[in-house]
């Protein structure tokens, strides 16, 4: 899969991909993540890329010509994402429909109070947003972007099964994680882990995984259709009563 980033903090954004995960599947062959400076396409000797706002205001604004230039010569793979505050919001069914795309898509990252509107208008092919937060520049978010995608991808991650198995795979929140010791400071690890009954422990899983949804997110459970008959079961045998409490221990 490719992904080209275009930014004008090229190494900023190479540092933290050459430092993760992200790094070794490039290296690897997995993954062909290429960045582009916006600057590159600018034409002043002082290769400045922004201007300040028609209509007046603060800060500046990233010009178009600059970021036209730029990926009209890298050519890079469709769809093109603008990252910004008012795109689409991601969330993971996002994140697998990009992990789907092939042979890629494209993220350009914003600075300043913005990117002029005709870049929007008529360069790229959609935008996305992290959250209803403002960044200073698009290049955290498209690293979440990428990094989120990345996890996808078959070889990327050591566990393949980790992906599959975890918050938002099937919209629910992932189940309570333990590992050794046994007992730390007087806190023990429920008894059903160290049980060796996987059916047990799976069940057990489940019923954590509907009650922590149901608790913290139930804008989640609402979005998946509730419990099936199964899963109300499930949450009767570990005594689940509906009321709002912490997790049940065995
Ligand atoms: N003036 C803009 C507004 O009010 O919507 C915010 C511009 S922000 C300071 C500069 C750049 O950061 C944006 O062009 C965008 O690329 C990036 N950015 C900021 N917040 C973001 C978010 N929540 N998701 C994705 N990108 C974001």
């Given at each position: 899969?490719?992904?080209?980033?275009?930014?004008?903090?090229?190494?900023?954004?190479?540092?933290?991909?050459?430092?993760?995960?992200?790094?070794?599947?490039?290296a690897?062959?997995?993954?062909?993540?290429?960045?582009?400076?916006?600057?590159s396409?600018?034409?002043?000797?002082?290769?400045?890329?922004?201007d300040?706002?028609?209509?007046?205001?603060?800060?500046?604004?990233?010009?178009?010509?600059?970021?036209?230039?730029?990926v009209?010569?890298?050519?890079?793979?469709r769809?093109?994402?603008?990252?910004?505050?008012?795109g689409?919001?991601?969330?993971?069914?996002?994140?697998?429909?990009?992990?789907?795309?092939r042979?890629?898509?494209?993220?350009?990252?914003?600075?300043?109070?913005?990117?002029?509107?005709?870049?929007?208008?008529?360069?790229?092919?959609?935008?996305?947003?992290?959250?209803?937060?403002?960044l200073?520049?698009?290049?955290?978010?498209?690293?979440?972007?990428?990094?989120?995608?990345?996890?996808?991808?078959?070889g990327?991650?050591?566990n393949?099964?980790?992906?599959?198995?975890?918050?938002?795979a099937?919209?629910?929140?992932e189940?309570?994680q333990?590992?050794?010791?046994?007992?730390f400071?007087g806190?023990?690890?429920?008894?059903?882990?160290?049980?060796?009954?996987?059916?047990?422990?799976?069940?057990?899983?489940?019923?954590?995984?509907?009650?922590?949804?149901?608790?913290?997110?139930?804008?989640?459970?609402?979005?998946?259709?509730?419990l099936?008959?199964?899963e109300?079961?499930?949450?009767?045998?570990?005594?689940?009563?509906?009321e709002?409490?912490?997790?049940?221990?065995?």
């Open positions: 899969m490719r992904v080209d980033i275009f930014t004008l903090f090229p190494d900023l954004v190479r540092g933290y991909l050459s430092g993760s995960l992200i790094g070794r599947a490039s690897s062959g997995r993954l062909d993540i290429r960045v582009h400076d916006l600057r396409a600018a034409t002043d000797p002082r290769r400045s890329v922004d300040a706002p028609f209509g007046g205001g603060p800060g500046m604004v990233l010009a178009p010509g600059p970021v036209f230039g730029a009209e010569a890298a050519d890079p793979p769809p093109l994402y603008l990252l910004g505050p008012g689409r919001r991601l969330d993971q069914a996002l994140v697998r429909e990009l992990a789907g795309l042979p890629g898509f494209s993220l350009l990252c914003g600075r300043y109070e913005g990117v002029d509107q005709r870049v929007a208008d008529h360069l790229v092919d959609g935008e996305l947003s992290i959250g209803d937060y403002v200073a520049g698009g290049e955290l978010a498209a690293l979440v972007v990428v990094e989120a995608v990345a996890r996808l991808e078959p990327v991650m050591g393949e099964a980790s992906a599959w198995d975890e918050s938002f099937d919209g629910l929140l189940y309570p333990y590992t050794r010791p046994g007992d400071r806190w023990a690890v429920p008894e059903v882990l160290r049980s060796g009954d996987h059916g047990r422990i799976r069940r057990w899983r489940r019923a954590q995984a509907l009650i922590r949804t149901l608790e913290r997110r139930p804008d989640l459970m609402r979005a998946r259709g509730g099936s008959p199964d109300v079961q499930i949450l009767e045998e570990h005594g689940y009563s509906g709002a409490h912490s997790p049940l221990q065995e």
